[in-house]
T-cell receptor, first 110, second 116 residues
Framework: QKEVEQNSGPLSVPEGAIASLNCTYS??????FFWYRQYSGKSPELIMFIYSNGDKEDGRFTAQLNKASQYVSLLIRDSQPSDSATYLCAPHNAGNMLTFGGGTRLMVKP | GAGVSQSPSNKVTEKGKDVELRCDPISGHTALYWYRQSLGQGLEFLIYFQGNSAPDKSGLPSDRFSAERTGGSVSTLTIQRTQQEDSAVYLC??????????????FGPGTRLTVT
């Protein structure tokens, strides 16, 4: 089992819809969780982090964390074509580093 | 403020040559990371520096790869006797280290290495 699992996609949603990106992780000791967005040909950029169970909202983005189920998700409301990118889930591990998932490619169609 | 910078942005080298890639982290960031990303693939961790501690080299793929960090700031990743499979984008990231919100990593623009 991979340490961080993400569906590679592509996940295709129409403009204005909610995009739901999911991630499961194996390290029960992970306490902090990060979502990065990577546009094609660019480097990853941090868009959200969450430390506590429940939801955290930031603009059109909502991160959801369920530590008991070892599951973290990212919801993007009112999806825009500019949201089309690969989204990387990254739990923080005991080695003081982030473990990156393979990413989910999101395509928002006008 | 200034972000993470990397140089060169592109490097084309012949198989068997050595290359050096440079990373200048965000000022004040004590942790520095190197990753590799092959075309269409995920991030592959290479090496991690934290302050003056011994680096975590567990991700280096072979002994042809080495890295150093001078004065707790600038880092150089060296690849000796390059092979075609070394072709990838090499990304550097830095973070604050062992402090509040210490784990947020900020990435540089990367160096695209092509071995011919």
């Amino acid at each position: 089992q991979k340490e961080v699992e993400q569906n590679s996609g592509p996940l295709s949603v129409p403009e204005g819809a909610i995009a739901s990106l999911n991630c499961t992780y194996s390290d029960r000791g992970s306490q902090s969780f990060f979502w990065y967005r990577q546009y094609s040909g660019k480097s990853p950029e941090l868009i959200m982090f969450i430390y506590s169970n429940g939801d955290k909202e930031d603009g059109r983005f909502t991160a959801q964390l369920n530590k008991a189920s070892q599951y973290v998700s990212l919801l993007i409301r009112d999806s825009q074509p500019s949201d089309s990118a690969t989204y990387l889930c990254a739990p923080h591990n005991a080695g003081n580093m982030l473990t990156f998932g393979g990413g989910t490619r999101l395509m928002v169609k006008p | 403020g200034a972000g993470v910078s990397q140089s060169p942005s592109n490097k084309v080298t012949e198989k068997g040559k050595d290359v050096e890639l440079r990373c200048d982290p965000i000022s004040g960031h004590t942790a520095l990371y190197w990753y590799r990303q092959s075309l269409g693939q995920g991030l592959e961790f290479l090496i991690y520096f934290q302050g003056n501690s011994a680096p975590d080299k567990s991700g280096l793929p072979s002994d042809r790869f080495s890295a150093e960090r001078t004065g707790g700031s600038v880092s150089t990743l060296t690849i000796q006797r390059t092979q075609q499979e070394d072709s990838a984008v090499y990304l550097c990231a830095s973070s604050l280290g062992n402090r509040v919100r210490a784990y947020e990593q900020y990435f540089g623009p990367g160096t695209r290495l092509t071995v011919t």
